[in-house]
């Protein structure tokens, strides 16, 4: 195996004297093209460029010498290190880092980043980088071959963003754009390392938070989830109702990357508890008053959710794809219409009996392994001399599928 391998991040500026004391003694040196291009490798030295990294990793494990790798900003963050560092290659690391491409990136946008979320799409799903520009107003997305700016904004056209797409951070051909989603996916881009998506309404002189990557105060001023009813703006009896969204909640699993449709969303009670957990949400609601309702809540709770005038399942066709959908009006007609997108789980609640062997008709018919409860809370509410009674609800059925 190589005697000493030494891996440099490269930012740049000029490198520092341990950086420049390792090249200088190195036998082999690694890297992207444009990196050892920019540094001065000793005549000599074996040349490795960096392609497929499990190749490379492999010929600097046997080479027999002294072998630096060259890396783009901080080789520790989304970058080289963790790859090196696997057991089958047998390397021991020193590490030399620079200012990560993100910081580089914020620091040339002029703005705080300890309120943003960072995620990378190189190599992953851009999709569920996207839905994390949903659901936060800040997020920088380290980008990659199918994974860049025009990708990130067409599945965005429909959510208000701006994009600062950085194009040869660190290179004298650096370029930074603040553009439009459909500027974005027009424009051809070169050798772009992050993209920072921006909400309509950053929050710059904020205070900051306590937790990096998280807004100021999130999840909101409620501690918990399947809060009261009366935690929300609705119409009496238009909500659903704390012990139903509890359950609906757990089956859903919303995660951060997710995105979750709530159908029929009414106040929007079980959407937002979804975008609570980091989950990107759209709420689908057909009555007018009822969007203003859903929009008043997000603001409440500190949370981004995407409003849709309409009636499903008609509204469904124009939606992004779901992880997760919960129906709470509609039927089984709009479960069907769930179910053709091909969700992860969908959860349904009713409360009128006949709907429910329909529905799970529905479901199994559409490659879905169901389940469901009727589920019925009584209350304990207080009566005269300190003693309590059983408050009845109306029953509830809730019904979901996993697919298979």
């Known amino acids: 195996m190589a005697d000493r391998v030494t891996v440099i991040g490269y930012d740049g500026a000029p490198l520092s004297a341990p950086a420049v004391q390792a090249l200088r003694t190195a036998t082999l040196v690694a890297g992207p093209e444009r990196l050892l291009a920019a540094v001065t490798v000793p005549e000599g030295a074996e040349r490795v460029v960096l392609g497929n990294v499990h190749v490379a990793a492999q010929r600097i494990g046997a080479h027999r010498g002294i072998a630096v790798v060259l890396a783009v900003g901080d080789p520790g963050f989304f970058g080289i290190v963790r790859l090196l560092r696997r057991a089958e290659y047998g390397l021991e690391l020193e590490i030399v880092p620079a200012v990560s491409s993100v910081a580089l990136a914020f620091a040339r946008a002029s703005m705080p980043w300890d309120d943003a979320r960072v995620v990378s799409a190189l190599g992953r799903d851009v999709r569920r980088a996207a839905n994390v520009c949903r659901a936060f107003g800040k997020v920088a997305v380290l980008t990659g071959p199918g994974a860049g700016p025009a990708e990130l904004a067409a599945l965005l056209p429909d959510v208000p963003r701006t994009f600062v797409v950085c194009e040869h951070l660190g290179t004298e051909r650096e370029e930074i754009s603040m553009v439009s989603a459909e500027h974005a996916i027009e ?28 807004r100021p105060g999130f999840p909101g001023p409620v501690r918990g989830w399947a809060v009261p009813e009366d935690a929300y703006a609705h119409r009496a009896g238009a909500i659903t109702r704390a012990e139903v969204r509890a359950l609906a909640v757990a089956r859903l699993g919303p995660r951060l990357g997710d995105l979750v449709w709530d159908i029929g969303a009414g106040s929007g009670s079980v959407g937002i508890e979804c975008a609570r957990h980091g989950a990107a949400v759209v709420a689908v609601e057909q009555d007018a008053f009822g969007c203003d309702l859903i929009t008043e809540n997000a603001g409440r709770f500190g949370v981004e959710v995407q409003v849709v005038h309409g009636k499903a399942p008609e509204v469904l066709s124009r939606l992004p794809l779901p992880d997760v959908v919960f129906v709470g009006g509609g039927g089984p007609s709009t479960v069907a219409a769930c179910a053709a997108r091909r969700p992860e789980r969908i959860v349904a609640a009713m409360s009128e009996v006949d709907r429910v062997a329909e529905t799970r008709a529905v479901l199994e018919r559409s490659g879905y392994a169901v389940e469901g409860c009727l589920l019925q809370a009584s209350r304990l509410a207080p009566v005269a001399g300190g003693a309590q009674r059983l408050e009845p609800a109306h029953p509830a059925f809730v019904v979901w599928g996993d697919r298979a």
């Open 187 to 214: 424009h051809e881009w070169s050798d772009v390392d992050v993209v920072i998506v921006i909400g309509p309404a950053p929050r710059a002189g904020a205070a900051a938070g306590w937790l990096a990557g998280e």
